[in-house]
């Protein structure tokens, strides 16, 4: 059996822990270290999404690893067309991070490299996870170094915003860990061993379903747990309050990764597991998904108006995104799961960019308050330029990645409304898509252009550094390359929604 | 095989085989000490006595051998928990002629009473009389008033001994009263026969009842269940650092050993049968299970001193021990006393590398462990790791027995009950507390910075002891099938 998959793990693993016995005089080469690894790991997915190792159904690795008479739980590894992207944007997002931090120094450099490093190994888990134990403990794990990084690193009310995040994502997850308690009970026999790998999981609730052991209304309400674990993650309105402070406080490569990755967790989740196991319990469960998506959706928008901090803005207009990702999920059609997935890519790479701009702002300028801030553009040209990349490519514009997220979603939405006879619920997606062009624009305008500001120091702003410069010009260069050439995603997430379509 | 050649060569007293060798050490010590007037001499005779103990408990346990002889009954469940006792013993005998806290004008003495105790605690898991039980928790209580005594100059240690002695003989009484009523009314003090008679009643007797009740709270002294668990913080806190691992350990999981053998047995067959008096001790359990747990995380947070810290938290653990009683199932006995074993390296640990640098001359507070990492990077990654295990982050072993018995409360394969589901939540969500105090220590280690900056050089025992619960703190988390099947046949004994 081939070992690709695992040594994605593997890599980061043992970068993690290198670094964070790097202290004293070898500190600074931690960073070194996390970059080579990172590297690695890099070439590795993209080795693997360009098909180099073959097949991704013969790379898949399952050994029976924990079994006694009430379980079994599996090290089992699979990759396919949905996890494909989401390994690469991890890998990528990783290193770019890496490379982005080395303008700054801070104290204890190894233990936020170390940090970096296990996140990883954990986002990759998540993504790889064929088995719900696996799944389970891959999830935490990229939970606790979040925590840390925020709570050690992050802005002057870091404890308070590291708690928050810790509560509300630990919490859901552990709702969710009931949810996986009561699915494995449920898909086998009485006095069978559980076993949690995905697929058996998946056939027992099948079968369970077919002999009517299980019913319609038990299977939604397992449903309704591990949705609710997946979406505070993503996070979803009325659950997201945590999502802006931590974003606030968090270190920018902090935001970075959480917003990039760690929030396609939930999503991913919702696809893999709540929508790819218990399709029925999601049709019931439809139109709640959507009024959960469209609720996410405008309320993110509105929020980014009314915000004062460039990150806080970001933050929310994450939420109002992953809404639309939620938007697409619900649908449950072909076009709507495509290009949901697709948006998750897409703001993937403009989020990143959004992150690193808009912290940069902080480090640069010395306040992310939009009202403090004005004409920037003068001083700052090169910067100026990325954020309105950014900008302009999480407002959806033709021809940069992120209109291919959103645009195809909100066509999904209008067959399914039109489907059902409910077509003035386009209204919403209308909304949406005018309040974020304006809350863009108008944040663009006040922060960028006009008669520079006297209200803050300007003197010692200055523009982007090398490494931050060659980080956003290859995030720049991907979102305009998948913007022009969606279907190099494209292709493989039709892959999976074709198999997907067919347990639907 | 090896269990064979025993059997031959001592015919019955297998059956008591590891406690004759305790006892030799016990009988034997203060001689020893008298006359080669080597504390190390003393020590390495107890090392080598009890790892004999450890290995033929080990012995006995893999090959699942059933016998009994003069009351004692060795079972799978017995051998199961000799297993823990006698790791917690060795880990704490390993440590103990290195620290400075240990009295060395008593070795001879130390060493007899933590024998002694340990004698107790094998003696009440082979028994299955409440009296022979009760002579055992006395024989286990009795020896360890004296441990925690022995830090004479302290006077922490005399007020904590002088508190743990009222107590234990407040929880004596109540015990034997509870004994004697249930006694009253059943005609018979073995379990067996308590539990026929309680699974046949149709009613609830009040006596009954009470002596039950009474008992409960007894026992649950030991456990320092809530609300019986005022003794613990400042008994761990005074008496010396392999003391506290040997009670918060060892004796604690002595006093859930009772709750298994006792109470479990007692109403297991009620339950089955679906009386009213088995179903409310059942909720009664659960209750005290979920307050346990909660009050003992929740005072936690408060806590300044690293070791009243421990204390509390082992309270808490105790809390999430008590889950199995209130669920009753095999699977969460198996999954019970999987967390037990995994409480002793993860906890036991915890409490090694404190006492390890006390002897290294840091202070108890949680702010004397600031910028402890560049001080010790090794240790205190031990210390993250115990920690992380006790909170219950994966792949460590507190994660994995956790997720076992929080399983168990949701279900069983084929069937998700919902009775116990809440309790899995309570449980869950109190581990998420717990990690906000863990994660204290941990950022004291590693981010804040200290006054001092001097290397710290600890005895090499420690190191050795340490390393151990390190080993095992990751090999049960990664692959908990070395031990889980020992437990899940133990549990198959209940």
Known sequence: MSMILSSLIIVPLVGAILALFMGGSREKLSKYVAIGFSAATLVLAVLLLIGVFGDFEDLGEGYEWIKNSSFIMNYALEVDGLSILMVFLTALLVLLV?????????????????????????????????????????????????????????????????????????????VMLIGIFVMGYLSVEPGEAVNFSFEAVKEGLAVGLLTGVISEGTISLVFALLFFG?????????????????????????????????????????????????????????????????????????????????????????????GMVMLGIGCLSD??????????????????????????????VGTREIPLLGGLAGRMPIYATFMMIAFMASLGLPGLVGFWGEFPVIMAFYEFIKSEEVIWMIVFCMLSLMLTAGYYLWAMQRTLFGPETKKIDLSKAHDVGHFEFAVLLVLSILVAFFGVWPDGALQFIDQYVDFLMGVI | MLSDFMIDTFGDLTALLTMIILAIGALSFPAVQMFVKKHTVTWAYALILVVLALVVDAILMVDGIEMEYLGVRLSPYSTFMGLLFLTVLSLVVLVSNASIETTRNHSGAYYSLLFGASIGMLFVTSSYDLLTIFVGVELTSISSYALVALKRKDGRASEAAVKYAIIGGMSTALTLYGISMVYGVTGSTTIADIAAYVAALDDTPWILAIGVLCMLAGYGFKIAAVPFHMWAPDVYEGASTPVSIFLATASKK????????????MFVGAVTAGTIFGETFQYIFAIVAAITMTVGNVVAIAQPNIKRM???????????????????????????LFHMFTHVFMKGGAFLIVGALICAGVGEKISDYKGLAKRTPVLAFAMMLFLFSLAGIPPLAGFTSKFFLFASAVGTPGEASGEWVWLAF?????????????????????????????KIKVPAMFMVAIAICVVFVIVLGVYPDLIFGFAEAAAGMI
């Not at chain 1, 270190?251 to 999503?267: D, H, I, Q």
């Not at chain 1, 597991?273 to 959507?290: G, R």
């Open chain 1, 335 to 364: 076009a709507g799961i495509t290009f949901a997935v697709f948006q998750m890519f897409a703001h993937g790479l403009i989020t990143a960019m959004l992150f690193m701009v808009c912290g940069m702002t902080g480090h640069k």
């Open chain 1, 98 to 174: 890496n490379v982005f931090s080395l303008d700054e120094h801070r104290e204890n450099n190894n233990y936020f490299y170390a940090l970096i490093m296990a996140m990883e190994v954990g986002l990759m888990g998540v993504y790889l996870a064929a088995d719900y134990f696996l799944f389970y403990i891959m999830w935490e794990v990229t939970l606790i170094p979040m925590y840390f990084m925020i709570s050690w690193y992050g802005g002057p009310r870091r404890h308070y915003s590291a708690i928050k995040f810790f509560i509300y994502t630990h919490v859901a997850s552990l």
């Open chain 1, 230 to 322: 997946f979406m505070v993650k993503m996070p979803s309105v009325p659950f997201h309050t945590w999502l802006p402070d931590a974003h606030t406080e968090a270190p920018t490569e902090g935001s970075v990764l959480l917003a990039g990755v760690m929030l396609k967790m939930g999503s991913y989740g919702i696809i893999r597991i709540c929508i790819e196991a218990m399709p029925t319990a999601a049709q019931y469960w439809q139109w709640v998904i959507i009024a959960i998506a469209l609720v996410s959706i405008i309320y993110g928008a509105y929020g980014c108006i009314a915000q004062t901090d460039l990150k806080k803005m970001v933050a929310f207009s994450s939420i109002s995104h992953m």
């Open chain 2, 254 to 265: 002595m006093g859930l050993g009772v709750f298994i053998q006792v109470f479990l047995f």
């Open chain 2, 310 to 336: 421990l204390a509390y938290s082992s309270i808490a653990q105790a809390g999430y021990i008590l889950i199995m009683m209130a669920v009753m199932t095999p699977n969460a006995e198996a999954a019970g």
């Open chain 2, 426 to 454: 309570v449980a869950i969500l109190n581990s998420a507390i717990s990690l906000y105090y863990y994660a204290r220590v941990v950022k004291a280690m590693y981010i804040e910075k200290g006054e001092c900056t001097e």
